[in-house]
């Protein structure tokens, strides 16, 4: 028989659904560090990403038990969008509460932590460039698009991709840098600038 | 243009680090008590167990 730590993601969502914390103990502590690294990664602040980290969490808990998690074998995946979606959320919030209270001088742009350390429009800057990248992949041919979202959003080893592309772990690694050569090439093309502050 | 990502040796800790414990006993907390009534097509009823 099989212990939890064995099962896939979308078993673990399945017991937990059903009723069983442990399978989501389990599918959390599977992910945490990623998910973790993927927020601190954008916002650059601890005490932030705690937050984020928690609210992601929560919002996954709410989706798995009302029956709506439909992502089969992408949890990764599904997760850090609902991070990144968090953070988008974030900083759209707080530009707003900024704009207001600037004026009445109760926001004390000095102290901000978040400002102390990277700026808003560094934050939106680095969300523009992610953002970019990602609507490049779309240009991609198929085979292309798929190696790059496996391994960059779905976190899987290039001997996963090649199991499940059905190719060899050579023909994955190729397809990657053609990819990347690909992506170089665009991004000269038309002028986009990639560089994260 | 050529891509520079700057990681700060505190970057690299933040990540090595992970989540608190504080924080995870919290989602596991909210994960052990919340459970969700399907009511119709777009509503649910939360149900927090005690």
């Known amino acids: ?197 | 243009m050529q891509k520079i990502t700057t990681l700060h040796s505190n970057d690299l800790q933040a990540m090595q680090v992970g989540p608190s414990d504080q924080s995870i006993q919290r989602i596991l907390q909210f994960a052990a008590n919340y459970r969700s009534q399907k009511v119709n097509n777009n509503c649910y009823v939360d149900i927090i167990l005690s």
């Open chain 1, 1 to 197: 028989m099989k212990t939890l730590d064995q099962l896939t993601d979308e078993q673990l969502v399945s017991l937990y659904e059903q009723g069983n914390n442990t399978a989501f103990e389990v599918l959390m502590m599977r992910y945490k560090s990623k998910v973790y690294a993927y927020i601190f990664q954008i916002v650059r602040d601890r005490e932030l990403t705690e937050d984020i980290f928690q609210d992601t969490f929560i919002k996954a808990i709410v989706t798995i038990q009302q029956g709506r998690y439909s992502e089969s074998g992408k949890f990764l995946g599904w997760i850090n969008r609902i991070a990144h979606n968090l953070i988008i959320d974030h900083f759209r919030r707080e530009k707003n509460e900024n704009t207001v209270s600037a004026d009445s001088f109760e926001y004390d742009i000095v102290n901000s932590s978040k400002l102390s350390d990277l700026s808003i429009e560094d934050i939106l800057s680095n969300e523009q460039v992610l953002n970019d990248v990602v609507r490049m992949v779309g240009f991609l041919p198929i085979v292309q698009q798929e190696v790059v979202r496996m391994r960059f959003f779905e976190d899987l080893s290039f001997k996963e991709i090649a199991e499940k592309t059905q190719v060899s772990i050579n023909t994955a690694l190729g397809r990657m840098r053609y990819a990347l050569l690909n992506m170089r090439r665009m991004a000269a093309e038309k002028d986009v600038y990639l560089e994260l502050r």
